[in-house]
């Protein structure tokens, strides 16, 4: 008998996972994610200054939202691509220490478009919920995943419209999980530009230049199981796939490079994946300051990866983070 990896067929609008187990942030966690993706967050990294201004040891909220999508990879195990992440937003800031608990929940189905040649597909869009151990709400957003048919050639006749999915968040949530912050904190002592010094339509390129490595070592840290980012046999390309989260952590570094004030992010305005990534690649960023709006703040990535094969666009992210 084999673990559940149900097909596309055998997801209904409805369905709602929550077997994936709980996770307790550590400083182990930590640690290793840091690794991995270059965590440069001040408030993540000090925990005297995080005290200070958010009352206990910040966790990133890469490590957050890493530990919440792959915990929602119980009904995705056989994806074969993730295409966007929509309205996703941090409704509280967990600390080191807290537990992490997700609900995976099936939102929409659509079946593609049959190519000749091709086995069926279809796009399943998931509304996920995270908690803490106390039941408080802490990430809810949509994924869209495509996952293969059982059957080749089988139609499934599911045509919801995926545009319905929300795209807006409402401003005034958006720091929602930050209020309480003493933000003032952290303009004692730092030496990056803060929220005053700073332009909207200013503009970085070519930022970084990392190495994507320890892509599986990423996907255990965060409870991924989908089979992509484990067995290089089980894609089209000869080689495993990169989880999403890792492109998009690396990103978040790059921005910290030329953001370096950065408190935290609070919310993906939108995240879609253009093209796959390969352990090996070779990220750089262009980043652009699209708006200022007190704290809150708007910032447009734009990823592309140098490899053998030729360079790509591999990822459009815009996100709201907090700056002092």
Known sequence: ??????????????????????LT??????????????????LSLDTELSRRVTGGPLAHPGLVW???????TVLTQRV?????????RFRRAPAIGDTLATTTT????????????????????LRIVTVDQDQRPVL??????????????????????????????????LTEATNSWDLGAMRDGGDGPLAADLVPGRQWSHVGGSVVSSAPELARLSLNVAAVHHDATRTTTGGRLVYGGHTIGLAAGH????????????????CDHLA?????????????LEAIDGPLMTVHVRVRATRDREPADVLDWRFHGVHP
């Open 106 to 125: 099936v939102e929409a189905l659509k079946q593609n478009r049959r190519r000749p040649g091709r086995p069926a597909t279809g796009l399943a869009v």
């Open 255 to 270: 921005v910290s490079l030329v953001l370096p004030e950065l408190a935290t992010i609070v919310a993906w305005e939108h």
């Open 25 to 42: 942030l550590t400083l182990g966690h930590a640690a290793v994610h840091q690794a991995i993706l270059g965590d440069r967050l001040r």
């Open 80 to 88: 074969i691509a993730n295409l966007f992440y929509r309205g996703l």
């Open 1 to 22: 008998m084999t673990a559940y990896a149900p097909y596309f067929e055998d997801l209904h609008v409805g369905v709602a996972d929550t077997s994936a187990p709980a």
């Open 276 to 288: 796959p990534v390969f352990e090996g690649d070779t990220l750089h960023s262009d980043v652009t």
């Open 140 to 173: 809810d957003y949509w994924r869209c995943a495509m996952l293969p048919l059982r059957d080749p050639e089988g139609e499934t006749g599911h045509a919801d419209d995926l545009d319905a999915i929300p795209t807006e968040l409402e401003r005034a949530e």
């Open 66 to 72: 890493d530990v919440s999508i792959g915990q929602s």
